[in-house]
């Protein structure tokens, strides 16, 4: 079964930036788009981008200008380029196809902005 592995999150002071990965163990990129959500504590877990085959991507407002999502299928990698980081993007960061699906939840990677 195809795992997906993210890595990449820590603590950076505000307006710092952080590049998270996401790595598949199988070959599912060039079957399916991706998609980085996070869950912050008390929060439901929402999309923060996402990224089609054909390499159409969408953001959640919050996040537009400062995050960045790509791919690269023959690695089977995914990555989210965050910069001009706020406190209010602390979270877990998970990646998953998109839309999701339960079978490909990891245990993500923990971003904290704190200064």
């Known amino acids: 079964q195809v795992q997906l592995v993210e890595s990449g999150g820590g603590l950076v002071q505000p307006g710092g930036s952080l590049r998270l990965s996401c790595a598949a163990s199988?070959?599912?990129?060039?079957?399916?788009?991706m998609g980085w959500y996070r869950q912050a504590p008390g929060k439901q877990r929402e999309l923060v981008a996402g990224?089609?085959?054909?390499?159409?991507?969408n953001y959640v407002d919050s996040v537009k200008g400062r995050f960045t999502i790509s791919r690269e299928n023959a690695k089977n990698t995914a990555y989210l380029q965050m910069n001009s980081l706020k406190p209010e993007d602390t979270a877990v960061y998970y990646c998953n196809v998109y839309p999701p699906l339960s079978r490909y939840w990891g245990q993500g990677t923990q971003v904290t902005v704190s200064s």
């Open positions: 199988g070959s599912i990129f060039s079957i399916y788009g």
């Open positions: 990224i089609s085959r054909g390499n159409s991507t």
